[in-house]
Nanobody
Framework: QVQLVESGGGLVQAGGSLRLSCAAS????????MGWFRQAPGKERNFVAA????????VYADSVKGRFTISRDNVKNTVYLQMNGLKPDDTAVYYC????????????????WGQGTQVTVSS
């Protein structure tokens, strides 16, 4: 069992940056591939980025490529999402998740989820 807690969300103007963190407890994150997802009001939860357990392979949604960077620090048991060039369309609740499978964009492949952190981008 692993518990995930996101932080770092907030209100930012378009073009600004935020760094989200996802801290884990219960088990070491190095056992899991990690992903970030987001859900805007009235919409389904969508994949944002994922990172493999130890190979540092990453996958991004087309909508965030070149703007967002996912990284992990297995010593600190934390995963990060650096978000630059934020747009109003990035407004959503952001969730981190842990998967026992290889890096994947499918939400059904993730076993554990955090509670989410709100990101609001004003125009």
């Amino acid at each position: 069992q692993v518990q995930l807690v996101e932080s770092g969300g907030g209100l930012v103007q378009a073009g600004g940056s935020l760094r989200l963190s996802c801290a884990a407890s219960g088990r070491t994150l190095s056992s899991y591939s990690m992903g970030w997802f987001r859900q805007a009001p009235g919409k389904e939860r969508n994949f944002v980025a994922a990172i493999a357990r130890s190979t540092r392979s990453t996958v991004y949604a087309d909508s965030v490529k070149g703007r967002f960077t996912i990284s992990r620090d297995n010593v600190k048991n934390t995963v990060y999402l650096q978000m630059n060039g934020l747009k109003p369309d990035d407004t959503a609740v952001y969730y981190c998740a842990a998967s026992q499978l290889l890096v994947t964009a499918s939400p059904t492949s993730y076993n554990y989820w955090g509670q989410g952190t709100q990101v609001t981008v004003s125009s």
